[in-house]
């Protein structure tokens, strides 16, 4: 596991928020239509703290989406630019919280930020630990030439190449099929 559990978690719901992004080329349209799918992305991930349930809810947390995707796409320089950006307008105070079932763990907003505030600095202080320990490469665009999806690679071997989903099984797919025709091939 390269990062503390909350890292992880909160870096691959940062990801699947970026991936909800429907103005993105090749994306399968918004997925977060209305406030009703705002609810059930934020029930999916855990997300705890007030919320308003409104439309300006929901257009804030769409607005953060091409900032945050931004983290994907721009050099080191340009990821701590927009992290230390992230983090100084939400006025963010770290404290080690438990709440739940999790653990103590980091929150750097009160839980009456607005929704937006508390998932934008929640990003922006699990990829300060992928800063810190200088793994910046586990943060990729999918493989796959037709998808721009944004991917975390956790794995050991930081071989994923894929985004969960479509493109992860569509290529696990063809590598199956692949060692099949391989081993069935006559000779
Ligand atoms: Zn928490
Ligand atoms: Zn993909």
Redesign the pocket.
């Known amino acids: 596991m390269p990062f503390a559990h909350d890292t992880e978690v909160a870096l691959a719901a940062a990801a699947a928020l970026v991936n909800t992004d429907g103005s993105v080329e090749f994306s399968d349209g918004e997925q977060l239509p209305d406030i009703a799918a705002l609810d059930r992305f934020i029930d999916t991930w855990g997300w705890t703290g007030e919320r308003e349930h409104n439309d300006a809810e929901l257009r804030a947390v769409r607005t953060l989406r091409p900032r945050l995707r931004r983290i994907w796409e721009v050099d080191e320089d340009g990821v701590v630019a927009i992290v230390n950006g992230l983090l100084s307008e939400a006025r963010a105070l770290p404290q080690l919280v438990k709440h739940d079932e999790w653990s103590y763990h980091l929150h750097a907003t009160p839980p009456a930020a607005p929704l937006a505030t508390r998932i934008a600095v929640e990003a922006a202080m699990a990829v300060i630990d992928v800063v810190r320990s200088n793994e910046l490469g586990r943060l990729r665009i999918?493989a796959?030439p037709t998808?721009l999806?944004v991917v975390v690679d956790l794995s050991k071997n930081r071989s994923k190449r894929?985004?969960e989903g479509?493109?992860g099984n569509r290529a696990a797919v063809a590598a199956y099929r692949a060692r099949k025709s391989q081993i069935s091939a006559p000779r």
Request: net charge negative; proline share 0%; glycine share 0%.
């Open positions: 999918c796959s998808c999806d894929f985004c479509t493109c």
